[in-house]
C-alpha cells in the first residue's frame, strides 16, 4: 500500500491545484491513516478525470517527509490572500507579487534608512525601511590617549 515519496523537485512538477487538493485530504484524513489504507475520495466535489491522480498524489505525499511538503508551500503555493489575512511583508519580497527585489542605494536617515527597490517580477517599486538598533561598543574604543581598549577593537 505504500507509495513512494517525493521528492521536492518532483512535487514542483505537478498542477499545483492537484498538490492541492492531495493537500487538503491528507490534512483531512491523517497521513498515518492515509499510509495504512490509501485514500478514497468520496462525493462529487472533485471529477473523475482528476480523482485518481489526486489519490495518488494524496497517497505518495502521506509518505513525504513534512520538510519536502513545507519547502513546496512556502516557496511554489500562492500566499493566502483574504481580507483578514495581512500582506506579507518581509525584507527582499514584492509586496505587490511576492517576487525577487532589486536594490537601489541606500539612503540614511536618523535611526536607520531605506533602499529603494524595483521587483523583478511586476515592475513595481518602492521603499524598503530598517532600523539601526544597538549592538554593543566594541568597536575601536580608544582611550584619551589614543590607545585601544582590550575587547572593544572589532
Ligand atoms: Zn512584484
Given at each position: 500500500m505504500k507509495k513512494q515519496q517525493y521528492s521536492y523537485e518532483e512535487l514542483t512538477k505537478i498542477d499545483h491545484m492537484i498538490v492541492n487538493l492531495a493537500l487538503a485530504t491528507v490534512h483531512a484524513a491523517g497521513a498515518d491513516a492515509i499510509s495504512k489504507n490509501g485514500v478514497k475520495i468520496d462525493g462529487d466535489f472533485i471529477t473523475v478525470d482528476i480523482k485518481a491522480e489526486v489519490v495518488e498524489v494524496a497517497e505518495r505525499l502521506a509518505e513525504t517527509p513534512w520538510t519536502v511538503i513545507m519547502a513546496y508551500i512556502q516557496r511554489d503555493m500562492d500566499p493566502v490572500k483574504a481580507p483578514d489575512v495581512p500582506e506579507?511583508?518581509?525584507?527582499?519580497?514584492?509586496?505587490?507579487?511576492g517576487g525577487e527585489l532589486e536594490y537601489g542605494d541606500r539612503e540614511d536617515m536618523d535611526e536607520g534608512g531605506f533602499y529603494p527597490w524595483t521587483c523583478t517580477g511586476c515592475g513595481a517599486t518602492g521603499r524598503e525601511g530598517f532600523d539601526t538598533c544597538f549592538d554593543g561598543h566594541h568597536y575601536r574604543v580608544r582611550d584619551v590617549a589614543g590607545d585601544p581598549i582590550p575587547g572593544r577593537n572589532d
Amino acid at each position: 500500500m505504500k507509495k513512494q515519496q517525493y521528492s521536492y523537485e518532483e512535487l514542483t512538477k505537478i498542477d499545483h491545484m492537484i498538490v492541492n487538493l492531495a493537500l487538503a485530504t491528507v490534512h483531512a484524513a491523517g497521513a498515518d491513516a492515509i499510509s495504512k489504507n490509501g485514500v478514497k475520495i468520496d462525493g462529487d466535489f472533485i471529477t473523475v478525470d482528476i480523482k485518481a491522480e489526486v489519490v495518488e498524489v494524496a497517497e505518495r505525499l502521506a509518505e513525504t517527509p513534512w520538510t519536502v511538503i513545507m519547502a513546496y508551500i512556502q516557496r511554489d503555493m500562492d500566499p493566502v490572500k483574504a481580507p483578514d489575512v495581512p500582506e506579507l511583508d518581509e525584507a527582499g519580497v514584492c509586496p505587490v507579487c511576492g517576487g525577487e527585489l532589486e536594490y537601489g542605494d541606500r539612503e540614511d536617515m536618523d535611526e536607520g534608512g531605506f533602499y529603494p527597490w524595483t521587483c523583478t517580477g511586476c515592475g513595481a517599486t518602492g521603499r524598503e525601511g530598517f532600523d539601526t538598533c544597538f549592538d554593543g561598543h566594541h568597536y575601536r574604543v580608544r582611550d584619551v590617549a589614543g590607545d585601544p581598549i582590550p575587547g572593544r577593537n572589532d
